[in-house]
Structure formats: structure tokens, C-alpha cells
């Protein structure tokens, strides 16, 4: 196996790996209820929930790293950009997941009815760094990923127009629901939010099963990989 094919294979597990997070969908349910703190519930869900979300932030941040070799050769300032919104967007979930411990914390110390206003402070600003950091950051990072992929032509680019078409509908999402127009979890946030999720995941799936496609950017990384030719490997093991 190549190293590219290595950085591929990396890569595709990578953005597969982040969708471990849609348990927290019924994980979270209870946070959005203002009174949470004051429930009897332990809260375990919860922080399972924040675990999932951890790891999500960790694969995130990997797939920057293991795609930056790469895309940097196509454009360096996109891909620099691209590294730090999978970074900024990372950095936002931990914040969400502080602030869930936070809450579940609180819970667990038997916190009173004089906690309820405290209770809603967190409920809110969870709501909100969830909205940011998984509602609009993955636009922006399907932008800057779908234009390195798209011009490069290491992927079909079917998978980049998939970006092109996710990450605007996931604006509209994100802007409808900053407004008030709709829910963080609703029927219409769901249905503009599948674009943007097909793309990640066609492209995890892509990229484990068929690699980089040939390119001009990356074809040193190829040549760098062919084993010389007196070192190719004869049906019985040995090399010439």
C-alpha cells in the first residue's frame, strides 16, 4: 500500500468515524428541557453522548491533518483554511461538551429550583454551540474540501457538486433557525441537512474503497511510492 493510499484510507475511516455522533440526537433529548438540573434522572446518556461527541471533534481535526499533505498541493491557502475551520469546529463541540458535563454536574449535586435560571443559561448556550459548530462550520469546511477536490480531480466530482449543493442548504438551516423560522431539531432542519451529510459520508466511503484518483498534484507522492526497479518482488518472494 501506498502512502497515498495509506493517506486515503486514513482520511475515508476518519470522516466515517464521525458519524458516531447520531445517537446524540436521542442521547441529548433531555437537555433541551430548561428544568433538566432539577430532574432525578443520572444523566449517564448524557455524558455517553458527550463522549460521541469527543471523538467526533478528534476525527475532525484528523481529517484536516491527513488531507492537508495532500490538497496543500492544489491551493495552500485553502487548504490552510480548511484545517482551521475542522479546528474552529472542533473547538466548538469541546465547548458544547464542557458545557453538557457542566449540566449534568449540577444534576447529579441535587441542585435546587434556585439552579432553574442557571439551568436555562446552559440549555441556551449549549443550543447555540451546537447550532454553530455542527450546523454551519461543516458549510463552510465542504466549501473550502468540495473547491481543493473539485479542481483536483483526486475524487469524482460528483462528490465535491455534493459539497456545493449540502453546503448551501445548510446555511439556509442555519440561518432559519438563528431567526426563529424553525427548531434545531425538526423535520426541515433534517431534510436541508442530508446533502451536506451524503457528501461526508460518500466521500469517507470513496475514499476507503477507491483511494485518490490519479492527478497531476499528486504524481511525485505516486512516483515516490513505486518501488525502484530492481527491487520488484518475483513470484517467489525475492526481488530482482
Known amino acids: 500500500m501506498t502512502p497515498l493510499r495509506k493517506t ?41 453522548g458527550g463522549v460521541l461527541e469527543m471523538i467526533v471533534a478528534l ?12 490538497v496543500k498541493r492544489q ?35 441535587g441542585a435546587g429550583s434556585e439552579s432553574l435560571t442557571t439551568g436555562k443559561a446552559l440549555v441556551a448556550m449549549h443550543n447555540w454551540t451546537f ?16 473547491t481543493l477536490l473539485y479542481k483536483s480531480r483526486l475524487v469524482p466530482r460528483a462528490l465535491p457538486l455534493l459539497a456545493f ?33 451524503l457528501w461526508e459520508f460518500s466521500l469517507g466511503v470513496y475514499l476507503i474503497v477507491k483511494g485518490f484518483k490519479t492527478s497531476p498534484i499528486t504524481a511525485d507522492m505516486v512516483a515516490a511510492g513505486t518501488p525502484p526497479a530492481d527491487r520488484v518482488p518475483t513470484l517467489a518472494g525475492q526481488s530482482i
Not at 466515517?16 to 433531555?30: M, N, Q, R
Not at 476525527?59 to 495532500?70: D, F, K, N, S
Open 8 to 48: 486515503a484510507l486514513a482520511a475515508g475511516v476518519l470522516y466515517l468515524l464521525s458519524f458516531i455522533s447520531i445517537p446524540t440526537l436521542a442521547l441529548y433529548s433531555g437537555l433541551r428541557d430548561p428544568n433538566y438540573i432539577v430532574g432525578p434522572a443520572s444523566g449517564t446518556g448524557a455524558i455517553w
Open 59 to 70: 476525527a475532525g481535526i484528523g481529517t484536516a491533518i491527513v488531507l492537508y499533505p495532500v
Open 75 to 109: 491551493n495552500q491557502s485553502l487548504a490552510l483554511g480548511f484545517v482551521g475551520i475542522r479546528v474552529l469546529e472542533a473547538a466548538t463541540i469541546v465547548s458544547g461538551i464542557v458545557i453538557v458535563m457542566s449540566m449534568v454536574s449540577l444534576r447529579q449535586a
Open 165 to 197: 449543493i449540502g453546503a448551501p442548504l445548510l446555511t439556509i438551516s442555519f440561518i432559519a433557525t438563528l431567526f426563529g423560522y424553525w427548531t434545531q431539531v425538526s423535520p426541515q432542519s433534517g431534510l436541508l441537512t442530508v446533502p451536506d451529510a
Open 131 to 146: 447550532l454553530t459548530g455542527q450546523g454551519f462550520l461543516p458549510a463552510v469546511s465542504a466549501v473550502l474540501l468540495g
